[in-house]
């Protein structure tokens, strides 16, 4: 009687350690990407603050509704790049900013469609009681790196996550709670570390950092649960998932 290999599920600590090295090692191109990424929505805000009369074409919640779409959508365009520059650094090799820079624009349009549309459903998830929406982000996580490595349109692309998470979700959800957890954290020590009420261009200031330091790190922790999520489902290494750089 042959032995069956025991199941393997995918770590949090392995997940989160290799994504801390990960962002460490790049902090100033993930973190400066992030940055000039999310730049449009609070240029706005500083616009605004001049300048009231979007007020007359927009109510306060649908100014901020379009506000947190527009920064989560943007977001994914960072996704697009610290996907390159992270699968380098997991092969050893350091990838230059302009190289990373070029990757995200090339993606950036395919990216942008897979973005759009998982937010829409885990929206709508969120909308119809909470869990569906939790059960739609769990699904969702990998569909950007998916994405952007295996070139899948959007449909293949969130297919694939799908597949990927599958029989990894728990795991996968509790990387997704930590990481939202740990940014309210963070938003409450920074607040309690900082009188924001004095000065609004140093508070938006401040937000703008703490948006981008979240955004490099959620793209580095989803990109690096892929790799894991293919290494453990498919046995394969990460100078295969790779090549597809070269």
Do not use: C
């Amino acid at each position: 009687m042959t032995a069956t290999a025991p199941r393997q599920f995918l770590g949090i600590g392995s997940v989160l350690g290799t994504s801390l090295q990960v962002l460490g090692s790049n902090l100033l191109p993930f973190f400066t990407i992030a940055i000039l990424t999310i730049s449009p929505v609070y240029l706005f805000l500083y616009w605004w603050a001049w300048s009231e009369s979007v007020f007359d074409l927009l109510s306060l919640w649908q100014l901020e509704i379009g506000i947190v779409l527009g920064e989560i959508l943007l977001g994914f365009v960072t996704h697009a790049a610290v996907v390159y520059g992270t699968f380098q650094q997991l092969r050893g090799r350091r990838a230059g900013f302009v190289e990373i820079v070029l990757t995200g624009l090339r993606n950036a349009l395919a990216v942008l469609a897979v973005a759009v549309v998982s937010t829409v459903l885990v929206m709508l998830g969120f909308l119809a009681l909470v869990v569906p929406g939790i059960i739609l982000a769990t699904m969702y996580w990998v569909a950007i790196p998916a994405a952007v490595v295996e070139k899948t349109g959007v449909a293949d692309s969130l297919a694939r996550s799908s597949d990927l998470t599958r029989g990894h979700r728990w795991p996968v959800f509790a990387l997704f709670l930590l990481f939202w957890v740990g940014q309210g954290l963070f938003d409450r020590l920074v607040e309690s570390l900082f009188d924001f009420d004095g000065d609004y261009n140093i508070a938006l200031a401040v937000t703008w950092l703490m948006s981008a330091a979240i955004t490099a790190l959620g793209a580095v922790v989803s990109t690096v649960t892929y790799y894991h999520l293919r290494r453990l489902k498919e046995g394969i290494g990460v100078d295969e998932i790779a090549a597809v750089f070269d």
